[in-house]
């Protein structure tokens, strides 16, 4: 039976790098995949201008072609300014999403990642989704993003995958859509090029005997 997948990030980029393999895989296996981005993304830099947001929607509009993504929303929240929101602002257009697109799996930042915005989204999404009467929702996993989970201050959480997906098949879409992001890319040796995505996921999967994977943590399965 086919699932509905969503997938709530931060920023557009975020679904690519945290879970765009395991976004394709979905897609190639019938289930309709959904994502809503948080925050905009670019208004936190110096010297943005409106046509800086209309390239990062660009961007993401090819990245949903290339993994086959159903449908994507944006919440336009201010970048890297979650915490200066009430929690309630995040959570009620959340909620309200979840309660229309009714996912059956739910895909989000780690909690103890360095960008705030992360932080922020882990636990606006973990109390959207909060194990009600009625829920739809059995499965949720938090993903890890380059730049920000693996640079996380020592105290916070840290990320100790216990979940993985096999994306050999889908390594190459992957791929392709941190290029559609191209701008938000780095040159190696920066954690977030496309050097290093590809050693991650071929690291992950060497991990547990695949030739590419992704990796997650356990935030709660019902069975």
């Known amino acids: 039976m086919n699932k509905t997948v969503l997938v709530v990030a931060a920023h557009a980029d975020d679904e690519a790098l945290g879970c765009g393999g395991t976004i394709a895989k979905h897609a190639a296996e019938g289930d309709q995949v959904h994502v809503i981005f948080v925050a905009d993304g670019v208004t936190s830099r110096n010297g943005t201008e409106p046509a800086d947001l209309l390239q990062r929607q660009h961007a993401?509009?090819?990245?949903?072609?290339?993994?086959?993504?159903?449908?994507?929303t944006f919440l336009n929240l201010p970048d890297n300014r979650l915490d200066g929101l009430p929690l309630l602002d995040v959570v009620q257009p959340l909620e309200a999403l979840i309660g229309k697109l009714a996912p059956d799996i739910v895909y989000t930042h780690h909690y103890g990642d360095l960008n705030v915005d992360h932080r922020i989204v882990h636990q606006a999404a973990m109390t959207a989704c909060r194990p009600m009467p009625g829920s739809t929702i059995r499965e949720i996993f938090a993903f890890e993003v380059m730049?920000?989970?693996?640079?996380?201050?020592?105290?916070?959480?840290?990320?100790?995958?216990?979940?993985?997906?096999?994306?050999?098949?889908?390594?190459?879409?992957?791929?392709?859509?941190?290029?559609?992001?191209?701008?938000e890319m780095r040159t190696s040796p920066h954690s977030r090029s496309l050097e290093h995505m590809r050693c991650l996921a071929e690291h992950r999967g060497f991990c547990v005997g695949s030739a590419a994977a992704e990796a997650f943590m356990v935030m709660r399965v019902l069975r």
């Not at 993401?60 to 994507?72: D, K």
């Not at 730049?147 to 996380?152: F, G, I, N």
């Not at 992957?174 to 992001?181: G, I, P, S, V």
């Open 60 to 72: 993401t509009e090819n990245a949903r072609c290339i993994l086959g993504i159903s449908s994507v």
């Open 147 to 183: 730049s920000s989970t693996e640079w996380a201050s020592p105290g916070l959480a840290p990320f100790l995958p216990n979940f993985f997906v096999d994306i050999s098949a889908q390594l190459e879409s992957k791929m392709q859509a941190l290029e559609a992001y191209m701008l």
